[in-house]
């Protein structure tokens, strides 16, 4: 399969009041006009991940040739970190009222915004449901009451607008949807959910206001009965896909749409940096506990190509989060920061080569940081007797305690630079066999 490098990457940033994490906006563009744009919202309700690792992928792997699509994967991130439905109450059911100051107010005025967009023709909130809808009962997970594996709509048509027709478009989507089942009872059908005159809970949802607005909207529901998250992704993608399809939009992706390949694309978790530039982190293979991690006192900013990387501080610890999933937890060393050190030298297996402050390197047998005037060096893992700044030394992995290595496989070891007692930055050096 080949890997897709990707130049994106979500800064991070949080609210002044209300909700603690911000949601990232990808507006993934094709630059004609003219075309149609699908608003995709993951992770409205925190503890459906089905409904926000599939926009995770869509926007880290998908590139859009016709037409556009707009991904809010992360709408509910405060929920999603703490894997609840809603911290704040059911954000999908403040669409119609919501008081100013609740802590949602800020994120579902945006999101109302976003849908009522002149560019946007159609909006697809994703979730996870329970069970499996069927319009016969068959038995406590099979029936009417159930909602996996469907397309709900609130109406079966919304007269004079374009994509109005939902109960045919959903009709034909699930019908696509449904050739190469990973299992045959996984079939998706349509719910109609009639929400004006039958479902009070559903006319303060995100779809209903969209309904109510003449604009079309749709909600995704993969099972919460299926507990194999790449199964659930992978619906969603094929659904999403085919909402795409009937919409003319147009995209490439690096990657076969297959279980097996999402599955391998959602253990790459991403890298991390903190703050941007002076430190990075590699995060699929970090260890879950990591000391001595210089976190600036000051401010905190950090930046992730996955926009399901969240930062969580709790004392003096920081906890990285992927969704719902922890990490690694760091135990911070708090201190000033110093941003004089940009490039730094060194021997790889004795070879001259020059390392970014922030970068990981590769070496196999050694290396060995050449002298700064001015700054002290700090391999984390190594000591001796009398050396106050560990550059011009030779370093071999069997002199480096493999417990402060920061990956599990104990390869990669962190090296520090400071001014003064002011941190300049950090490299990260990895042995390869
Ligand atoms: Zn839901």
Redesign the pocket.
Known sequence: MKKCYLALSFLLSTYAFGANLHYSLIQKESGQKEESTLLVIGG??GD?PG?YFAPMLLAKYYTIVRGNLWIVPNVNFDSIVQNK?GIYGDM?RKFATIDAKDKDFEIVTDIKKLILDPRVDLTLNL???HGFYRTKTIDKNFNPKA?GQATIIDQQTIPNAKYGNLAHIAQKVNQETNIDLIEDVHEFNVKNTNTKDKDKAMQQSLTYFSIKNNKPAF?I?TSKNITELSHKVFYQLKTIEKFMHEMNIEFSRSFELSEANIQTLLADVGSLEIPPTKIMLELSNLKPYIRFFPINKETFHYKSDNPLVAVLKEKDEYKIMNGNKLISTLKADMMEFDDSLDEINLLLDGEKARAKIGSLIYTHKSFEIAPIQGYRINVIGYSKEGVISEDGIEIEPSALMKSYAIDKQERTYMVHFYKDKKFCGMINIQFKP
Do not use: Q, S
């Open positions: 409205i309700h459906e409904g439905r999908n979730h996870d449901g909602w909600a529901e």
